[in-house]
């Protein structure tokens, strides 16, 4: 974990930098608070940064244990889309497309008829939580360009 | 007037409406984003025509459900339902992970209604002395407040204090995104109308929490149908009663602890959940055994948390000041149907009063039935459900949770801006925990610094206002044996160790 608390130490050193710069606008009541934060932020990093040429070198940047990296990081952009896109096609349309989505993605060595009824099993979800909100609770998701 | 009161709420409507209320805000609060503020808010107007005691029955067991109901999300995917119960994910998912979902929720359900009640009892028989301490609150105090309350980062950074230390200022930081509370400057909103509102806890906490467990799911090569296995123990709910009456000094202290961060109008049951964890660690024979799954976890955030609630509706009955958003909303109800806090509200309006009070134990006594039979189907259903299934579906919930809240898409996305930050972070080992717990405290802290000063300015004397306050000095002592613990209990250790072998 030596460089990844390497990375980490230097990438938050950078944050606080950057936020430092950003405080320099604010008047001085306003940018006490940030600047005790950004130096709290920026010091402990640092020492962090610091100790980790104490000990020797692990080799690991990341704690990967047991960790599938592809579905993993497949799933999170889907997932991420799917949020991106609901402004754009609206929140149920969306649902309909990347829940199963993410499903068959996941499912994807299932058999097909397995496949057939995960896919109705998220569809109904989707659309009963969508009309509980709607219908029940007054939420007004996101229509979009379709729905 | 006590006996009217009783006849007044023990008749069948209020029965229904009580029942009916602790059931669906438990239903509230198990699903991840949706708060009791927001369950209560909904149902005020459904409930100007009725009378004035069945709408505050129904929305007093609403709330009491809900801080409950977070229970669940909290223990089963490691998400809180509500804010409150951040503290429980801590212990209660690693129960779950051991297979022990249902243990961790009887846990919960048990420690909930102990502190629930010993928190209605400081309601009904302390609430005027309470509310008037309550006031002599000011900034400096809170100031203090929030300090002593950032020394629980040690207990959250399970791994290295340091990573913790540095998530906790991450949060400060994060915290003071928006328009500052002195001056009004717009901070690090680049540019974004939504930004000026700062970051929203709960997309911020669902997200930080949520995502990585989802991807966690997704990623395990070993889990490809049950998260969480699911073990059938007999006399399971007999055999922890009688673990927690062992343990009697845990959660009345936890639910003292719960009322009075309760009473303190700002500090909610996130607070008073985290600093009953806290105190729960500390005072521990066995703090390392503390994040592991061990029940004392769930039993102080659940009985902290739940005593909040009554807490919460001291200063707010008493002085019309809600301790917490979801009593705020409350008082709201409360005036709709013509009722006004403060003195009077106990001798003029005495009977209506009495019986919501005495409805708050109703309410707590029901969460027995209701959560664990609702609790075991819940745990059955999610460790049961497929994880091809159950993970794009938690994230679902976590979409419809954070926009729900102020019905706004920049929510969602803050949601997955911090899902994405604590997956990273958590494979770089930093825990969700103290950058929620830096965000919750930041902006109260800020506050209570930039109005100190100015106070202290107007003195004469800044540090007079910081360092000569009754209250404050309290604090201050409370924050130095706080941070200072972990070393005086090595000394200790090390004390003995040396005894031992001499």
Redesign the interface.
């Known amino acids: 974990?030596k460089r990844?608390?390497r990375?980490?130490a230097l990438v938050?050193i950078g944050i606080s930098v950057f936020?430092m710069a950003?405080?320099k606008t604010?008047?001085p009541?306003?940018?006490?608070?940030?600047r005790v934060?950004?130096l709290?932020?920026g010091g402990?990093?640092l020492?962090?940064f610091i100790?980790t040429f104490v000990h020797r070198e692990s080799g690991k940047t990341?704690?990967?244990a047991?960790?599938?990296?592809v579905?993993?990081l497949i799933?999170?952009l889907l997932?991420?889309v799917?949020?991106i896109l609901?402004?754009v096609i609206g929140?149920l349309v969306t649902?309909l497309i990347?829940?199963p989505l993410?499903?068959l993605y996941?499912?994807r060595d299932?058999p097909g008829k397995k496949k057939l009824s995960?896919i109705a099993?998220?569809e109904g979800?989707?659309v009963a939580?969508y009309l509980f909100?709607t219908r029940v609770?007054?939420?007004?998701?996101?229509e979009g360009l379709l729905l | 007037m006590i006996v009217d009161a009783l006849q007044l709420l023990f008749t069948p409507w209020n029965m229904l409406f009580v029942t009916l209320g602790v059931g669906a805000g438990i239903l509230v609060g198990a699903l991840p984003g949706l708060t009791a503020t927001m369950a209560i808010a909904l149902l005020v107007p459904f409930t100007f025509s009725m009378n004035a005691v069945h709408s505050l029955v129904l929305l007093g067991g609403i709330y009491s459900g809900a801080i409950y109901g977070g229970s669940f999300s909290a223990i089963l995917i490691n998400t809180p339902g509500t804010p409150s119960a951040i503290a429980t994910t801590f212990d209660g998912y690693a129960m779950a992970r051991k297979g022990e979902s249902y243990a961790a929720i009887i846990t919960a359900t048990i420690a909930s209604v102990i502190g629930g009640l010993i928190g209605v009892l400081f309601l009904i028989f302390l609430a005027p002395p309470l509310s008037r301490a309550a006031l002599k609150f000011g900034p400096p105090e809170f100031f203090w407040l929030t300090v002593f309350g950032l020394t629980i980062i040690a207990t959250l950074a399970s791994k290295s204090i340091l990573k913790g230390l540095i998530g906790g200022s991450f949060g400060l930081l994060l915290s003071v995104i928006g328009i500052a509370p002195i001056e009004g400057s717009v901070r690090y909103s680049f540019g974004s109308i939504s930004m000026q509102n700062g970051i929203a806890l709960i997309p911020a906490m669902i997200g930080l929490f949520c995502l990585p467990e989802i991807i966690g799911m997704i990623a395990k090569k070993d889990t490809h149908y049950n998260v969480i296995p699911y073990k059938k123990e007999k006399k399971l709910i007999r055999r922890i009663f009688f673990r927690l009456m062992k343990k009697p000094f845990l959660l009345i202290r936890s639910a003292v602890i719960g009322t009075v961060v309760g009473i303190i109008p700002g500090a909610g049951g996130n607070i008073a959940g985290m600093v009953a964890y806290n105190e729960a660690v500390r005072v521990s024979k066995f703090p390392e055994r503390f994040g592991t799954g061990i029940i004392d976890g769930v039993a102080a955030s659940e009985a902290s948390n739940n005593a909040e609630v009554s807490g919460s509706l001291i200063p707010m009955l008493t002085l019309g000041i809600p301790g917490a958003p979801p009593a705020a909303v409350l008082l709201g109800a409360l005036l709709l149907q013509g009722l006004r806090p403060g003195p009077y509200l106990f001798t003029s309006h005495g009977e209506v009063t009495y019986s919501f009070l005495f409805s708050l134990i109703l309410a707590n006594i029901l969460i027995l039935p209701l959560g664990l039979i609702s609790g075991k189907a819940m745990s059955k259903l999610i460790t049961g459900i497929p994880v091809t299934i159950l993970a794009p579906f938690v994230f679902l919930l976590s979409v419809i949770g954070s926009f729900a809240i102020n019905n706004n898409m920049a929510d969602v996305y803050i949601m997955l801006i911090f899902g994405i930050i604590g997956f990273i972070g958590r494979k770089a080992g930093f825990s969700a925990g103290p950058i929620v717990l830096g965000l919750i405290l930041g902006s109260i802290c800020e506050q209570g610094l930039v109005q100190s000063i100015l106070m202290g300015r107007a003195k004469g004397s800044v540090m007079g206002v910081f360092f000569q306050r009754p209250i404050s000095i309290l604090m201050i002592i409370l924050t130095v044996v706080s941070a200072f613990w972990p070393l005086i209990v090595r000394i200790r250790k090390n004390w003995r160790f040396k005894v031992e072998k001499s």
């Open positions: 974990m990844a608390d990375i980490s938050i936020f950003e405080a604010f008047s009541l306003s940018g006490l608070f940030p934060a950004i709290l932020l402990l990093s020492l962090l100790l990341f704690d990967s047991s960790f599938r990296h579905p993993s799933s999170l997932m991420v799917w949020g609901i402004p929140f649902s990347f829940f993410i499903t996941l499912d299932a995960r099993i998220v979800l989707a939580f909100f609770l007054y939420v007004p998701f996101p």
